[in-house]
C-alpha cells in the first residue's frame, strides 16, 4: 500500500543532554506512522535518528532509510527499516533523501542536520524543488540559528522570502500538519537541476 505521504526527516545521530529531545522524536514518528506516512532519513539506529525510526514502525508507518557504506557501523544502520539503501557517498544518501520525500523537517541535531537543512533550503530558493521545509524548535534549541538567520537579513545577504521558506514551530501538531497540506512537488516529480 502506497504511503499517504513521505517526510524526510533530519535529525541527530546522538539523542543530546535534554529528554525533550527523544520526546519530539517520539512524537514526530508516531504522528508519521498514525497517519499511514512514511519516514525517509539517515538509516541509522543511534540517537535521534533511531528514535524517529522505531517509533514510526511502531505507530505503523513505513521506514526508509539510505546511509553510506562508510557509516553503516559507525550510525549502526537499522535493518528493521523497511527499505534499507547502502549508498557510496554521502552526496547520493542525500539526494535520495530529498528526492523521496514530499517534505522536509530538521529536528535538533549537529553539524551534519544544519547541512541537510540548509542545502534543502539552498534547493529550494533556487528553484530546484518546491517543497515544505519545517524546523521543529524543541526547547528553544533552534533560537540561536533563528537570530543569526535574522542577522543575515539584516546585514543585506538574505531577504525576508528567503526566510519564509522554512516554517518553524515548537509542536509538531502544529508544524507536521502544514508540512504535509502545503503541498509542493510530489516525491515522484523528483528534483529539479540538481
Avoid at 83 to 106: I, N, Y
Wanted: aromatic residues 10%; negative net charge.
Amino acid at each position: 500500500m502506497k504511503p499517504a505521504f513521505s517526510l524526510c526527516v533530519y535529525c541527530g545521530s546522538r539523542p543530546g543532554k535534554l529528554d525533550s529531545f527523544s520526546r519530539a522524536a517520539t512524537a514526530v514518528g508516531q504522528w508519521i506512522g498514525s497517519r499511514q506516512g512514511q519516514l525517509v532519513y539517515g538509516g541509522g539506529s543511534n540517537g535521534l535518528m533511531g528514535t524517529v525510526a522505531m517509533a514510526t514502525k511502531a505507530a505503523g508507518g513505513r521506514v526508509v532509510g539510505i546511509i553510506p557504506h562508510a557509516l553503516a557501523e559507525k550510525e549502526t544502520a537499522n535493518t528493521q527499516c523497511d527499505e534499507l539503501h547502502m549508498v557510496d557517498t554521502m552526496h547520493q544518501r542525500k539526494f535520495m533523501m530529498a528526492e523521496r520525500a514530499d517534505s522536509f523537517l530538521a529536528l535538533p541535531g549537529g553539524i551534519g542536520t544544519f547541512e541537510e537543512l540548509f542545502e534543502v533550503w539552498t534547493w529550494k530558493q533556487l528553484g530546484f524543488h518546491n517543497k515544505p521545509i519545517g524546523l521543529l524548535n524543541v526547547d528553544g534549541y533552534y533560537d540561536g540559528l533563528q537570530s543569526f538567520m535574522q542577522n543575515t537579513v539584516d546585514q543585506g545577504f538574505v531577504s525576508d522570502w528567503q526566510m519564509d521558506f522554512v516554517l518553524q514551530s515548537a509542536s509538531v501538531e502544529s508544524l507536521l500538519p502544514q508540512l504535509i497540506e502545503t503541498g509542493g512537488l510530489s516525491a515522484s516529480d523528483g528534483l529539479q537541476g540538481i
